[in-house]
Nanobody, 121 residues
Framework: VQLQASGGGLVQAGGSLRLSCVAS????????IGWFRQAPGKEREFVTLIVSGNSTYYSHSVKGRFTISRDNAKNTVYLQMDSLKPEDTAVYYCAAAGGGFYLAPRNYYYWGQGTLVTVSS
């Protein structure tokens, strides 16, 4: 599976962005897709995930502001980010894992290249 993340950019605090993660491969619908982010000088952290049955899970820091969804016909997962804060500034990565709820990066086999989100105050 190859993943391509896009949609990052510069936005003011309180604004919105939608990230996309497009995957290759015919078994996309069976994968858990996660979004992670990494700010300068910090470790990569879990943001959210969606499993094959469309159940989702969010980190406490983004719950209620971010929404993950998937369109299996387009092999795409979306991350709608609303009410953005300066502390959301990071490189955002999408990743694929076997079915299940995985919060740790080590459980994800495939990674996209990352897309930079910058939120100005």
């Amino acid at each position: 599976v190859q993943l391509q993340a896009s949609g990052g950019g510069l936005v003011q605090a309180g604004g919105s962005l939608r990230l996309s993660c497009v995957a290759s491969g015919r078994t996309f619908s069976t994968y858990t897709i996660g979004w992670f982010r990494q700010a300068p000088g910090k470790e990569r952290e879990f943001v959210t995930l969606i499993v094959s049955g469309n159940s989702t899970y969010y980190s406490h820091s983004v719950k209620g502001r971010f929404t993950i969804s998937r369109d299996n016909a387009k092999n795409t997962v979306y991350l709608q980010m609303d009410s953005l804060k300066p502390e959301d500034t990071a490189v955002y990565y999408c990743a694929a894992a076997g079915g299940g709820f995985y919060l740790a990066p080590r459980n994800y086999y495939y990674w996209g290249q990352g897309t930079l989100v910058t939120v100005s105050s």
